[in-house]
T-cell receptor, first 116, second 109 residues
Framework: GAVVSQHPSRVICKSGTSVKIECRSL??????MFWYRQFPKQSLMLMAT?????????EQGVEKDKFLINHASLTLSTLTVTSAHPEDSSFYIC????????????FGPGTRLTVT | GENVEQHPSTLSVQEGDSAVIKCTYS??????FPWYKQELGKGPQLIID?????GEKKDQRIAVTLNKTAKHFSLHITETQPEDSAVYFC????????FGDGTTLTVKP
């Protein structure tokens, strides 16, 4: 159980275009989903926390207008990187948490974004 | 905010030996401490966790210990196997999860 999927697994886009990444909890309802960014050989950096039906909470230094997060259902959250630039190239990982008062986060397999 | 320090950054052991990774945290209010294993190009996988009301937890070859007073916790892997080779992250959580910088474990056959 506790499976989280991400799509696509890899994407290459041109500078200035937008890219949408989907995160789905397959066998549980995720009241909270998290979006992380990971550069090579570095740790996970939290970008934002999203709760179903409400606006995402962004970490300091993360531009909310550039990284649009939508959590419209209990099983789906999307991250849209708008007007992508080469410096946005990174490994984006989502995680999902089931219910309030629980702690475990289950991570998706990640999406490798390359902006050319 | 919370700060998590993890060491060593790299660890190399012979197959069959034990591996220990240590983490310290700064916020005494943190109450949940998960450990994740991340293989190259994949998302982190939860391997074991411990809550602040427990001092030790074991799952087969993996164990975690927590010292709340000293604010440190450790991961112990016994009888290591080559497939244990990966990057391991510790984390401390209250309302938000803060990760350590990771330990690259290499198990030599």
């Amino acid at each position: 159980g506790a499976v989280v999927s991400q799509h696509p697994s890899r994407v290459i886009c041109k500078s200035g275009t937008s890219v949408k990444i989907e995160c789905r909890s397959l066998d549980f309802q995720a009241t909270t989903m998290f979006w992380y960014r990971q550069f090579p050989k570095q740790s996970l950096m939290l970008m934002a926390t999203s709760n179903e039906g409400s606006k995402a909470t962004y970490e300091q230094g993360v531009e909310k207008d550039k990284f649009l997060i939508n959590h419209a259902s209990l099983t789906l959250s999307t991250l849209t990187v708008t007007s992508a630039h080469p410096e946005d190239s990174s490994f984006y990982i989502c995680s999902a948490q089931e219910g309030q008062g629980t702690y475990e986060q289950y991570f998706g397999p990640g999406t490798r974004l390359t902006v050319t | 905010g919370e700060n998590v320090e993890q060491h060593p950054s790299t660890l190399s052991v012979q197959e069959g030996d034990s591996a220990v990774i240590k983490c310290t945290y700064s916020d005494s209010a943190s109450n949940y401490f998960p450990w994740y294993k991340q293989e190259l190009g994949k998302g982190p996988q939860l391997i074991i966790d411990i809550r602040s009301n427990v001092g030790e937890k074991k799952d087969q070859r993996i164990a975690v210990t927590l010292n709340k007073t000293a604010k440190h916790f450790s991961l112990h892997i016994t009888e290591t196997q080559p497939e244990d080779s990966a990057v391991y992250f510790c984390a401390a959580s209250l309302s938000k999860t803060t990760f350590g910088d990771g330990t690259t474990l290499t198990v030599k056959p």
